[in-house]
């Protein structure tokens, strides 16, 4: 069993900064992509960020230069700092990973449970 849990959502202000963090936990080998990706209710979830288990990195057009990802594998955990955000970053931040257990069976998909971010003008 794999779990994801996201932290650090909240309320900021625009042109403010939080930092969201995903935690991955169990009996976890490998874990190959990590994804942030947010969701506004009536619309489709949406890739925010991506960073594969070598470390290269995209971004959505919309947050280039103001989101940065990235991760500790000694850690099992992936971070989003997000910087000079906008009223139109308010979503549930939601975390993805490729994992692969101990058990030998192919890698699989996890995602977390999501995490509120809301962004006042």
């Known amino acids: 069993q794999v779990l994801l849990a996201e932290s650090g959502g909240g309320l900021a202000q625009a042109g403010g900064s939080l930092r969201l963090s995903c935690a991955a936990s169990g009996s976890i080998s490998s874990i190959n992509a990590m994804n942030w990706y947010r969701q506004v209710p009536g619309n489709q979830r949406e890739l925010v960020a991506r960073i594969t288990s070598g470390g290269s990195t995209n971004y959505a057009d919309s947050v280039k230069g103001r989101f940065t990802i990235s991760r500790d594998d000694a850690k099992n955990t992936m971070y989003l700092q997000m910087n000079s955000l906008k009223p139109e970053d308010t979503a549930v931040y939601y975390c993805?990973?490729?994992?692969?257990?101990?058990?030998?069976?192919?890698?699989?998909?996890?995602w977390g449970q999501g995490t509120q971010v809301t962004v006042s003008p």
């Open positions: 993805n990973a490729v994992v692969r257990q101990w058990t030998g069976a192919p890698a699989q998909v996890y």
